[in-house]
Structure formats: C-alpha cells, structure tokens
DNA sequence: CCTGCTACCTGATGGC
DNA sequence: TGCCATCAGGTAGCAG
C-alpha cells in the first residue's frame, strides 16, 4: 500500500474531482453510492495518506475517501472520461475493464476495481469517524514502531506471535505473508506466545519486520506501479520471500521441509527446525 | 476486555 | 469435459 501511495500521489494531488462513478454499488457498502458521489463532487485533493492497509484522499475540506484494497483491489488510470465510459465493464474484447467506483479528475480518471468485492471506497468527514481507521495501532513503517514499543506490546499479549502480528489494532500494516516472512527472518516459532518472547528475541523480531517491509516497498516501487494496465501486479516479490506458500520445499536456512499449520483461519509457513 | 467463528465475494486450481 | 472441494494478499460482526 505505501507502494501505491507514493505512486498515485504525484498522479492526483492538488486536483479537482469533477465526477464521480459508482458502477458497482457493493464498493460502498454498508455507505449509499448516491451519498458518496454528492459529498465527494467538486472537491480537490489535498493529499494522499495511508496508514496500516488504509488508503485515502485526503480532500480540501477535510472529508477524506478512503480505500481499502482487501485481498484483491487495485488502482486504475484513465486518460480522461471518455475512455473510462468507453472500457469500463465493457466486453474484453473492445479494452474491457471491470472498474467499480471511478474519479474523473481535472487531468485524468482515478479508478478502483474489485472482481470479488471485498473491497471499499468511501467517504469520512474526518479521520477518526472511519471505524476501521480509527482502530489501527503503531504504523509498522512509522519512525514511532520501535524495538521498545514492539516489546511493550509483545508482553500485553498471551496470543500465538502469528496472530498478534496479524492484529492491526496492535501493529497497522503487516499480512499474512509479512508475517510469516518476518517470522522465518527472526527464527521465531508462529505458534510461540507473544509476552514470552526476551527481549533479545523481540528486538530481533522488530529488526526482521522492518527489513522485510523496507525490502518489500523497494521492490513494489522498480518498477512501480503502472495503473494504465489492468493486469498489473507487484513484480519481483518472490525473490525476497523465504517462507510463505512453499510448503513441503526446502527451508532456505537450514533444509528441513516447510510447513503449514493453520493459525486463525490464516495460513501460516514456517520451518519447525530453525523457527524456535 | 478477549478469543474464535463466520460471512462477505469471485476465480483459479487440482482431484476424480 | 464436468463437477466438486479447497484455497486466496483482509476485515467486520457476532456469540460466548
């Protein structure tokens, strides 16, 4: 998401929303699409913010839309209206391009599509009356996310450190594959109870989720995001993810085969032998 | 407060 | 081929 931030910011701000489409009303919900559209017309962008997986415009009166990708969401751009209208869940055939809510700007169109609508777009008046925003904790990419602030929280919990690191009301912005990978850098057991972690461990822990995000962003940005191609997708991943979804394969570290286990309806990957 | 379960959707994949 | 089960990067709502 901070990949896509960076990106999009020079693409939008400082600009005019002229219009607003809502062609799948479910990218709203439990919000009214019509609402939406009347609050958000006619606004400017002032900035694009981000914290946890949380995404939104932030607008000249203080509204904000925010954008939650879910599992499946992404950005689209368009060069100006009359391509949105032309391609926008029209036939494959002619440039078709499943697109649920979608902002004609002063240069340009700012789409969001979701084929499986788990995704959200809507509209705050402020920051702290989106629920789910308000909830978040620590920012893991934030300067405030520190060794001593991941240990104070790792002794506030009795959960399995897989969950606790899945819970974004402690820590905003690690997922499932995150968590696994900083899991497998700091050779630490998913299954292990957060508050017994030393601190030694914890600060490992800290160090691993740091780096593995801070590689993660590199790659998401070379090459950046291209919202002109619906079929685009983060490039470069695979190559710096060591534990997630290679079940029954090697452990890169020490050899013993990958497992996976289920932990809160999620799956987890790790190495029995070197994670402790 | 905390934990665990289910729902929300669509599409890809693999076994038979 | 078809049919069915299972899986997927996440969160919200509910019961206990």
């Known amino acids: 998401m901070e990949a896509v931030r960076r990106t999009l910011r020079p693409l ?3 600009q005019g929303i002229r219009c607003v489409h809502v062609f799948h009303p479910i990218a709203t919900k439990p919000q009214s699409a019509p609402e939406l559209v009347r609050k958000v017309h006619g606004r400017a962008i002032r900035a694009v913010e981000r914290k946890g997986k949380y995404l939104w415009l932030a607008l000249d009166n203080g509204g904000l839309v925010t954008l939650h990708f879910k599992l499946d969401g992404q950005l689209l751009w368009f060069a ?13 055939a002619h440039a078709g391009v499943h697109v649920d809510v979608a902002f004609e700007l002063d240069k340009g169109v700012l789409g969001f599509a979701d084929r499986r609508h788990f995704g959200r777009v809507q509209y705050w008046e402020n920051e702290a009356s989106c629920p789910g925003l308000a909830v978040l904790g620590v920012d893991a990419l934030s300067k405030e996310f520190t060794a001593d602030k991941l240990g104070e929280l790792l002794s506030l919990s009795k959960r399995p450190l897989k969950e606790f690191l899945l819970d974004q009301s402690r820590i905003a912005g690690i997922g499932n594959i995150y968590s696994c990978e900083s899991l497998w850098h700091a050779r630490l057991n998913p299954l292990r109870r957060a508050y017994t972690l030393s601190q030694g461990q914890a600060r490992r822990l800290h160090k691993a989720i740091v780096s593995v995000l801070r590689r993660a962003l590199e790659c998401c940005l070379h090459p950046a995001p291209d919202f002109r191609d619906p ?35 999620r799956s987890t990957y790790f190495c029995g032998r070197c994670q402790r």
């Open 12 to 14: 939008v701000e400082g």
């Open 80 to 92: 100006n209206g009359r391509e949105l209208l032309k391609r926008a869940n029209a036939d494959v």
């Open 231 to 265: 079929e685009w997708w983060f490039q470069g991943l695979e190559k710096i993810i060591r534990a997630y979804d290679r079940e029954g394969k090697p452990c890169r570290r020490c050899g013993e085969v990958i497992r996976r286990i289920s932990q809160g309806g």
